[in-house]
């Protein structure tokens, strides 16, 4: 069965297209057809100006009807489409989500942080891994932070920060607002097993793939240090030259690795594991929940 999910973030929209495929034990596997990319930027709006200008619009409005030919073309049979902290916060957002709907047909459900953490760690991950551990998942986008706690494999925490790398570069996030992010790391990793991280998100796939640590390893939170310190030497369009990065990864990628650094460090996890998962992955098995 095909299926499809929409995930409208603070940086990017992106698309993820994917077959459900059953082996004759009856065994679910999800087998990625295309994921399409468009960085529409709406934070850079939002979180300055409160809601998201008629370019924006526009580029978003274009994206979606670009998706709803790519669903037709691939013959998607359900579609789950979600936006997140910017659309959250923009105080247009029911009549841009109204105009999507009567133009592509494309129904947006505006999602809250608690639930975009539940379809994070509803890939599963920390079901696989050790119970000697407890693992923290960090999933870092334009807008906010979310965290889910797991120990003995079950979830005893999870929380949505409004500290994203967009609201960090446009100077939105305030000492209150860290001070709280870190009482709260602190006191739900106190006195538990040792803390492994699972990271999510655009940056940390690209930090993992800057590496070129094989799959499956770990980075550990002085690699991270040391890129921050490394990136920081540069200027934008240095980084963009030297490391091969798209303009709108390279400015947002400091931010994030400062997010990242700052919850391992508070949560005393000195190892990260980048699966390549993300918002649109969960959304995926979310849908084949509803639908199967």
Known sequence: MRLAAIDIGSNAARLLITDVM??????????????????????????????????????????????????????????????????????????????VRLETDIAIEVISGDYEANLIYENHIAENLDKDHSYMYIDVGGGSTEVSFFTNNILTFKESFNIGTIRLLKNMVNEKQWDQMKDTIRSMTKGQKEVIAIGSGGNINKIFSLSKRKDGKPLSLELLKDYYKELSNFTLQERIKIYNLREDRADVILPALQIFSNIMRWANANEIYVPKIGLVDGLVKHLWEEVK
């Open 22 to 99: 059953k082996d004759e034990k009856g065994n679910i596997s999800f087998n990625k057809v295309n994921l399409i990319r468009v960085p529409l930027r709406l934070g850079f709006d939002v979180f300055e100006y409160g809601s998201i200008s008629k370019q924006r619009i526009g580029m978003l409005m274009q994206t979606m009807k670009a998706y709803k030919h790519l669903l037709n073309a691939y013959e998607v049979r359900f579609l789950k489409a979600c936006a997140t902290s910017a659309m959250r916060d923009a105080k247009n957002a029911s009549d841009i989500i109204r105009k």
